[in-house]
């Protein structure tokens, strides 16, 4: 669970039945249903059981579910652990996290429920979006405050509201956030994800954002509609020439193993491990893109 | 459970359903079906809201149903969130959920 | 297209609202609590207001959209909306004023109509079993008689003028029903009035005191009555609560007569009483007018009762009201009626 691929995580209102039923058509490598900001405090509770019997009656076809919850300060935070739990999404996501409290708190409640109904203990993971300058402070404080964490995000409307400024074209208000976001969960080993882009007739401002995202390495980001999936994943893809060295890479070691032979190196440069990670990661990437098909533990384009 | 109020829950959007629940003055369960698919899932709908009901032991009740094409899993949770609020109970008993 | 949710109108919403109103020969009116209006935007300087539609309490009313954009799925999307913060209230049941041209449109958004006046205005619920349930509970106090009477009152208190029409009346007729408004719009509540008018009647046999419910003279039958609107009353409101008690009301009872006092003071009953004769009329239910009674040269008015007992002036109430009524006002329990008639007179209405 923790490696999954996540490079796009499609935002759904949780009040809203069409949208919940079609979002795994998109395939988006998860969906995102949404008990929080996009329900009306009114609606709480026929959202929450609204989603609760959509989990349990639909098959998602390998698209992971993500529930993202109210926060544990709020009048309902609690109900929702206790229904999600039962419906048994993949992961549980917390809003506004400010501290590895936050993360423990939720994990404890999480596993009373997951006892209370025979469930594996772990089996439902955790996400953790910090939208706050003290959550990004204690970003890895918080990325490393449960083994039941899969990967923290940045939500930059809150966080930028916070630090009393606007979002802007280039996201230079973000900088920080992010670096520090993606940092920590390095640090902790887990993954990290980018927040949403809403303009959404600007293609072009959004390319750009991917790609900034993932150069600072981001395994992932949020989105608001299925036209933006193409675009991230795109951007995801390895090129052929990546992959083409990365297939190298891992010829090579496979045969160095094989030989028994230590230091090895390819196109004149010495492959340690790193270099095999980041090549084992490029073919994945590339098989989860559909440029390439892995049969009999090789990778063949 | 027993029906003191007026509970609403769902919309009248595509695929969805306005879920109406009234006290029906002793006078049992009695169901007012509108369908955008009434003849091909009228009965269906009929069903798994009698069902619902029963499992929620509410034995006297005036449901009203708008419905817009809404799959069994939505009429449920529509249905169970307007009981609760015409019940005026706002915890739900998650252990006894199907 | 702006759509846009106005829960506390300022000038410049309202007259949005009637823009459109307007063009469709509607009013606005004073009691709406919320709105919906949405906006053209395809003129990026100057949206205008193209479609709208409000509510009071849980009657929708006011219902309009732009001759240019008719046909276009607006109503259906303003109604949509309507109904949406109108559910979320949790209220029993949701009422609509349209125009009968309308009816198969609400009948898809899960209303039934209930009655329409002429070809202006229809009126519909949204409970499927609204009107006929409160029938049923009509019908059970159903007695036998050759002349059964109805009296519709609001009393706002009970009044020697009030008890005067009941004796009246129930000289005429085997058994009388006096529908009491139930509005709590006015200065005295529901609960107060009926009391005050079961004790200044509790001496008077084949007298039944039954509430009107949403059905008599509310604000959903019967929506400018309580309105101090500058404006002539509309003859279809009260054509419809006529018609409404003729079709259902009157059945249910039994009712071959209604009764009404003659109206010297207010333009608003004196025309519904007008409305109520046609229509009445044409189900074959008799409508006799009572003169009201005088004291000192001049029928006994309520509102003079609710100023002098608010101003204290309690000596000058004992000849206008019964024994009951003056021990009620006495009371420390109608102070909260004393503070609500204070706080709607105006300086010079006090000193008279």
């Known amino acids: 669970m923790k490696d999954r691929l996540r490079r796009t995580m499609l935002y759904v209102p949780g009040n809203n039945t069409g949208i919940i039923r079609d979002a795994a058509i998109y395939r988006s490598d998860s969906i995102m249903i949404d008990l929080e900001d996009s329900v009306s405090y009114r609606q709480k509770d026929a959202a929450r059981l609204l989603v609760y019997t959509s989990l349990r009656t639909f098959d998602f076809e390998g698209v992971e579910t993500v529930v993202r919850i109210n926060g544990l300060d709020t009048p309902y935070g609690r109900e929702d652990i206790k229904a999600m739990v039962r419906a048994r999404p993949d992961i549980i996501r917390l809003p506004k996290t400010d501290s590895a409290h936050d993360v423990q708190e939720a994990s404890r409640l999480i596993l009373q429920e997951e006892k209370k109904n025979g469930l594996p203990e772990g089996s439902i993971g955790l996400m953790a979006a910090i939208e706050s300058p003290l959550g990004v402070i204690n970003a890895y404080e918080i990325a490393c405050a449960s083994e039941r964490l899969v990967g923290i995000a940045i939500g930059a409307e809150d966080y930028v509201t916070a630090m009393k400024t606007s979002r802007s074209a280039d996201g230079v208000e973000l900088l920080y956030a992010r670096s520090a976001v993606v940092t920590a969960a390095r640090a902790a080993g887990i993954q990290a994800y980018d927040t949403v882009y809403s303009d959404l007739n600007n293609e072009e401002g959004f390319r750009q954002e991917v790609e900034l995202i993932k150069q600072l390495g981001f395994d992932g980001k949020s989105i608001i509609s299925p036209r933006q999936i193409k675009v991230v994943h795109d951007v995801f893809t390895p090129s052929a020439k990546e992959i083409e060295h990365a297939q190298k890479v891992v010829e090579a070691i496979d045969e160095a193993n094989a030989k028994g032979s230590g230091v090895i190196a390819v196109d004149g440069k010495m492959i340690d491990k790193p270099i095999v990670e980041r090549a084992k990661r490029t073919l994945e990437m590339a098989s989860a893109s559909g440029v390439l098909s892995r049969k009999e533990g090789r990778y063949h384009a | 459970m027993k029906i003191i109020k007026t509970g609403s829950a769902g919309t009248l959007e595509s695929s969805d359903v306005l879920i109406t629940v009234r006290s029906n003055n002793g006078r049992g369960v009695q169901i007012t079906l509108s369908s955008t698919v009434e003849k091909q899932f009228g009965k269906q709908i009929r069903l798994v809201v009698l069902e619902t009901l029963k499992q929620l032991d509410v034995t006297e009740a005036a449901v009203d149903i708008q419905d817009k094409g809404a799959l069994d899993c939505a009429i449920q949770a529509r249905l169970i969130a307007a009981v609760h609020r015409a019940a005026g109970i706002e915890k739900i008993n998650w252990e006894e959920m199907r | ?352």
């Open chain 3, 1 to 352: 297209m702006i759509e846009r949710w106005v829960s506390n109108h300022t000038e410049e919403t309202i007259r949005d609202c009637t823009s459109v109103l307007e063009l469709q020969g509607l009013l606005w009116e004073s009691d709406i609590e919320y709105s919906v209006i949405i906006y053209d935007d395809d003129e990026r300087q100057h949206s205008r207001p193209v479609a709208t539609g409000s509510f009071s309490s849980n009657v929708i009313k006011c219902l309009a959209v732009h001759p240019s954009h008719e046909g276009t799925g607006l109503a259906q999307r303003v109604v949509t909306l309507l109904i949406e913060e109108l559910s979320e209230k949790q209220v029993d049941n949701i009422f609509v004023f349209t125009k009968p041209s309308n009816i198969p449109a609400f009948q898809l958004l899960g209303f039934h109509e209930i009655v329409t006046a002429d070809t202006h205005v229809t009126l519909m619920e949204q409970d499927p079993c609204g009107i006929s349930r409160f029938c049923d509970q009509l019908h059970a106090h159903r007695v036998s008689g050759e002349h059964i009477g109805a009296l519709v009152m609001n009393c706002n208190p009970f009044t020697l003028g009030h008890r005067y029409l009941i004796e009246q009346a129930s000289r005429e007729c085997s058994h009388l029903f006096i529908l009491v408004v139930s509005e709590d719009r006015s200065e005295f509540s529901t609960d107060e009035r009926l009391a005050l008018i079961r004790a200044g009647v509790s001496d008077i046999e084949s007298v039944t005191v039954l509430t009107g419910g949403d059905y008599v003279i509310s604000r959903a039958t019967f929506p400018t009555y309580f309105l101090k609107d500058d404006k002539l009353v509309r003859t279809s409101y009260a054509r419809i609560d006529a018609r409404l008690f003729a079709r259902y009301l009157a059945p249910a009872l039994g009712v071959t007569t209604r009764f009404v006092g003659d109206e010297p003071f207010c333009p608003v009953t004196r025309d519904y009483n007008r409305q109520l004769q046609e229509v009445l009329g044409e189900s074959g239910i008799e409508v006799k007018v009572i003169r009201r009674l005088e004291h000192d040269g001049q029928a006994i008015s309520a509102s003079k009762v609710r100023s002098l007992f608010a101003q204290g002036r309690l000596g000058e109430i004992t000849g206008l009201v019964p024994e009951s009524t003056y021990q009620f006002l006495s009371s420390p329990a109608a102070d909260r009626a004393k503070h609500k008639i204070l706080a709607k007179m105006t300086v010079k209405e006090q000193s008279v």
